[in-house]
């Protein structure tokens, strides 16, 4: 019960894996179907394809420098130097421009060209019958002219270069190149404009600023005219120098005399009491005064009349006439030289203060001099600011004045960054649309789309499609594979066994009865029930069939324990209401009266339908009648009612030795075959196996299941 139960869990954990083998199966089961549908829309796709306009597509080449080679540079004058990393980016949004698209329509006349004549489509013709149309106006079918312009214009960067693609695509080829080459054109000569309309803007506004620093260029030369007049100024710098130079001279000077005045300083301390107040000692002691020449020669002389009255004194007396001369010499030698020391001492005196005069009057010469020279820088300064000035103003009018004349000469020699390296050619070929791909695309997507529907198909169809998912999803043996039977009528198939058109079913049927045989080789199955799910699985015909396989050998009595939905007997073309299985348990009838022989097997049919089947079954005569069948038969085999319509299956296992189950390829349902299967195991039935029925003979094969190599003249053709 638990096995069971971990092998119910184990088919639910792999419910949805898809290996490599159920994908080829898969590709081989449906690449007919697809293929087929996808030549039919690849067919479709090629009407229509060959019904489309075809569309031209003509592109030029543009380059696209950053910096034009510019004979002069006016763009300084606005900072347009290009040098920008979106430059590029930039360039094709101008391209792409709506001012550019409209130059490009009305130089071609696009308005009046048959493609672009407006023509109103199903809705507004549905429209216009209950509201009257509003007439276009030339500005509306300009502006939608110009729409469709741009849709059908493609500009892109050939990869990473300066080169620019510019294709325009049209139903015709020769507007198509019109239109490429005009975009091309006009957006060079939009550039060539560009710069001439700065270049325009560079001259008015430097003409303008011109006529203003003129003015200013002539104020401030009549300012500096003005200042020089009435300073009354005209060699500056001469004056400057002179003034220099006196200042230094003046300094030396006054250097020169306070070397004097050193030397004199002391001499006129020493007599600046005056000459008359001092002792001829104290004016001896005055080196100066002695130093002078005249006071030398005046004190040899006195010196000399003193020695000759000291001469003469020696040889004559004091009255002597020659004393008295001599005396008196003597005595107007010392006067003269007392009086010559205090002339000296005076002379001196008046020198220094001779000296000290002389030096204020060099002083305030200095002083005069410098103030003086410092009026003159302050001149000097007030004058080289008035020239900076004035020479300011004459280099910005200079240089203005050059920038209007290179400017004027400019717009007549303007070059654009940009210019043609192919012209747009008329195209041979149309651009789109490419029949051929559009019909590839429609054959390949369709079998996409095919194979990709058929595993969604695939996997909603949550049914049995081959041995693997019995063995994976019921965890029961395959006891054997049943191909689907030609022929509409059950009656047929019933006898498919000795029918010799179905040699392939037959040997599908004798390998199910050698699986039941050997299954029971320790214990003989000798009652066998046949059971399924759901009704129309197949379970009447494969328990008829596997009686009469396994009746060759033995002796197999085939009961129909299915009352509610009896067809054996209709099946063997039994009389209605021939007595059966209901008879014989309700008392009516004794079993062997009720039998009939077909191909060497008995047949006991259902008999009368009764109105409570499963309460017939479950009565204790139904076990006598199979212990009676038991005793007279190898083989009882029980064609059951489906698990999941009655219990009626539960009670016919619990008296049986085996129980096959019957699951029909392609039909039934997973989910309701794992519940009858497990409404089985859990009333303990002795499930032998499972029989896959009605399959396709090509999956058989695919599986390893096939006899088709003995019977290769047998291949069945599916059928419902």
Known sequence: ??????????????????????????????????????????????????TLTPVYRSTATLLIEQKAAQVVSIEEVYGVSGQDKEYLDTQIEMIRSRSLAESVVKQLNLLEHPLYQPSPGLLSKVKGY???????????????????VLDNLSVAAAGKTQLVDVSFSSESAGLARRVANAFANGYIDMQLDAKAKIATQAVDMLSQRLAVLEEKMQASEKKLQAYREEEGLV???????????????????????????????????????????????????????????????????????????????ERYGPKHPKMLAAQADYSVAVRKYEEQLRSVAEGLKQEYESALNKEQQLLQAFERSKNELQSIRQKEFELSQLEREVRTNRQLYETFFKRIKEASETIDLSTANARVID???????????????IVLMAFMLSMLLGYA????????????????????????????????LKGPESEEMTHAFFDGEHKLYAEAIRSLRTGVVLSGSDRKQQVIVVTSSVPGEGKTTLSTNLAYAVGQN???????????????????????????????????????????????????????????????????????LVEQLREHYDRVIIDSPPTQAVSDAKILSSLSDA???????????????????????QSGAPLLGAAL????????????????????????????
């Not at 490599?20 to 690849?42: E, P």
């Not at 009605?694 to 059928?719: H, L």
């Open 1 to 50: 019960m638990s096995a069971s139960n971990k092998g119910f869990e184990k088919s639910q954990r792999d419910e949805f894996e898809i290996d490599l083998h159920q994908i080829v199966d898969l590709l081989k089961r449906y690449t007919l179907r697809v293929v087929a549908v996808s030549f039919a829309v690849a067919l479709l796709a090629a009407i229509i394809a060959y």
């Open 130 to 148: 209950f509201v009257e149309p509003i007439p276009l106006t030339e500005e509306d079918r300009l502006h939608e002219v110009v729409d469709t």
């Open 235 to 313: 060699d500056i710098s001469g004056v400057t120098t002179l003034t220099t130079k006196e200042i230094n001279t003046l300094s030396s000077m006054i250097v020169e005399q306070r070397g004097q005045m050193a030397e004199l300083e002391g001499v006129y301390r020493q007599v600046q009491g005056g000459a008359e107040e001092l002792t001829v000692s104290e004016l001896e002691n005055v080196s100066a005064v002695m130093a002078h020449t005249l006071t030398q020669n005046f004190k040899q002389a006195a010196a000399e009349a003193e020695a000759k009255l000291q001469e003469l004194g």
């Open 423 to 437: 012209k747009a050619l008329q195209p041979r070929v149309p651009y789109k649309p490419r029949k051929a791909l």
């Open 453 to 484: 529907i058929a595993q969604l198909l695939e996997i909603l169809d949550n049914t049995f499609k081959t041995p693997g998912d019995i063995e994976a999803k019921l965890q029961l043996p395959v006891l054997g594979l049943l191909p689907r």
């Open 554 to 624: 033995e002796k197999v009595i085939l009961v129909d324990a299915d009352m509610r939905r009896a067809t054996m007997g209709r099946n063997f073309g039994l009389p209605l209401g021939s007595p059966g299985l209901a008879n014989v348990i309700n008392g009516h009838a004794d079993y062997a009266s009720c039998l009939h022989n077909e191909n060497g097997v008995d047949i006991l049919p259902a008999g009368s339908v009764p109105p409570n089947p499963q309460e017939l079954l479950s009565k204790p005569e139904f076990k006598q």
């Open 659 to 681: 129980v096959i189950y019957v699951v029909r390829a392609d039909s039934t349902a997973v989910q309701v075959a794992e519940k009858g299967v497990g409404d089985l195991l």
């Open 693 to 720: 029925n009605q399959i396709n003979p090509s999956r058989s094969q695919q599986e390893g299941y096939t006899y088709g190599g003995y019977y290769a003249d047998d291949s069945e053709s599916p059928s419902t």
